[in-house]
């Protein structure tokens, strides 16, 4: 009798020992994004194996390719809500797609953390869908403010923008163009390009050097900056370049070349080659798959490292997942939560600069809320 009793309490005991979690990850992992859906995957699974590794209560990554289209990733939450398995979602990582199917996450009570998408739609909103990635309009308002602080002597200016089908970079361009316009900055050429990778540029280069500018702000990805500055530099190689977040990954340094060295940037990203948390991602990350981490991938890291943290403080119950995330200590600033109410983050930018073909963090900005221009 004794032995019936043992068995129960045994299996009981096995049970508890090997309980598990499912994240489950929406991103682009084909097509022309694919560097980057795979990059934020690899940054996740990194947390995830860390984690696993001493955790008794074990997490699963199941992974879905959005392909980058709206009817694609409506199919892929279909099946993740009929399956009924999954402690969140982290995902999307392209912002036009989150904001098209955003209607579609808000439907779900799965908690959705998107790594990287930044744009406003999805921002300010009391909802299961929480954000990595300070809003862009605070970059864009910083880099206007930067052009306006910082090359303050600078009255000829070039702006180089894609507007290829990609709603980012011409709602970027829009804020700094207001921004300037209001602060009596008449001499601004703005230029607008298609992507296209067989072109070198060239005619769009000769458009934004013609009026001799001492400044040129490329509002593009690492590829077409990395090119425009090549190009750019051939012609002018004084002119003073200022680049956007979208292109801070190693891909530019190795497009560039020596052409971005002293570039500027105003990112929300803060990957700081000094950092040592940086250090040791960007060391760990290498030795897994062999080459330096983008932006995507350390976003990555950090939203399933938050989701794991959310989830020890709710035993990984579903249904508080929520509470335990608003109830998040930021880890830089103990005594601050980590998200707003509306479970956004909303960092200070930075400025950064290439030296010596690495990422270096010059400082924090704030301009924009000192000056309370919109």
């Not at 299996?11 to 994004?33: E, W």
């Not at 799965?110 to 790594?115: G, S, W």
């Not at 067989?198 to 458009?207: I, K, M, P, R, T």
């Not at 707003?340 to 809320?369: C, H, S, Y």
């Amino acid at each position: 009798m004794k032995m019936l009793l043992v068995i129960p309490f045994i299996l009981l005991i096995l049970s508890c020992s090997t309980r598990q979690s499912t994240i489950a990850y929406i991103g682009t992992m084909s097509g022309q994004f694919t560097a980057l859906g795979i990059s934020a995957k690899n940054g996740i699974n990194m947390a995830i194996d860390d984690y696993n590794a001493t955790a008794k209560h074990k997490l699963r990554l199941i992974s879905y390719d959005d392909e980058k289209s709206d009817e694609k990733t409506q199919n892929i939450l279909s099946d993740i809500k009929k399956n009924n398995d999954a402690l969140c979602i982290i995902g999307p990582i392209a912002s036009s797609l989150a904001a098209s199917v955003f209607s579609d996450f808000e439907n779900t009570d799965l908690i959705t953390l998107t790594p990287i998408c930044n744009i406003d739609e999805i921002k300010d909103i009391d909802d299961n869908f929480f954000t990595m990635n300070t809003s862009f309009t605070v970059s864009a308002k910083e880099m206007a403010f930067s052009i306006i602080n910082d090359y303050y002597s600078y009255d000829n200016i070039s702006v180089l923008y894609n507007e290829s089908g990609n709603t980012y970079y011409i709602k970027f361009y829009q804020t700094i163009r207001d921004i300037l316009n209001s602060n009596g900055y008449t001499r601004v050429n703005y230029v607008k390009f298609a992507e296209n990778a067989e072109q070198n540029y060239n005619q769009y280069v000769l458009q934004a050097i013609a009026s001799q500018p001492k400044l040129i702000v490329i509002l593009d990805s690492d590829v077409g900056t990395g090119l425009l500055s090549q190009n750019i530099k051939k012609h002018d190689d004084k002119v003073a370049l200022l680049g956007c977040e979208a292109a801070i990954t190693p891909r530019l340094i190795e497009i560039g070349g020596a052409s971005v060295e002293n570039m500027r940037f105003v990112s929300t990203i803060n990957l700081d080659s000094k950092d040592p948390q940086v250090i040791n991602f960007n060391k760990t990350y290498e030795s897994l798959y062999g080459t330096e981490p983008n932006p995507y991938a350390y976003f990555g890291y950090l939203s399933a490292q938050t989701i794991i943290n959310a989830g020890e403080g709710c035993n990984f119950n579903k249904k508080r997942l929520k509470e335990s995330m608003l109830n998040l200590k930021d880890p830089k600033i103990k005594s601050e939560l980590l998200f707003n109410k509306f479970g956004d983050i909303e960092n200070l930018p930075v400025t950064i600069i290439i030296k010596d073909g690495t990422f270096e963090k010059l400082g924090f900005l704030n301009n924009a809320k000192k000056k309370n221009k919109s």
